[in-house]
């Protein structure tokens, strides 16, 4: 079993940026990729990004640019930089994590509470 903690979100202009944090528990995150989905009100969850065990980031296309993914392993933690924050990037991020990528959300198993990120104008 996993367990994960997302922190970092809250209220941003448009333009500005914002980084979160998810903490994962147990020895297992080293082997284990990391993956950042979102959900906003009346829409299905949708995938933002993915970090690989040794570092290797895929994006979605409506964030690649403006997001980074990162891990540092010896805090068990992985981050997702947002850069140039819209209207649109109003959600709460989840993150998660799998040994294998995918972009569809129903494929992963273990899931963080979510952290809400609200972009004002």
């Known amino acids: 079993q996993v367990q994960l903690v997302e922190s970092g979100g809250g209220l941003v202009q448009a333009g500005g940026s914002l980084t979160l944090s998810c903490a994962a528990s147990g020895r297992s995150f080293k082997d284990l990729g990391m993956g950042w989905f979102r959900q906003a009100p009346g829409k299905e969850r949708e995938f933002v990004g993915f970090i690989s065990r040794i570092g290797f980031p895929l994006y979605a296309d409506s964030v690649k640019g403006r997001f980074t993914v990162s891990r540092d392993n010896a805090k068990n933690t992985g981050y997702l930089q947002m850069n140039s924050l819209s209207s649109e990037d109003t959600a709460i991020y989840y993150c998660?994590?799998?040994?294998?990528?995918?972009?569809?959300?129903?494929?992963?198993?273990?899931w963080g509470q979510g952290t809400q990120v609200t972009v004002s104008s």
């Open positions: 998660t994590v799998r040994e294998i990528p995918s972009i569809l959300a129903n494929d992963y198993d273990y």
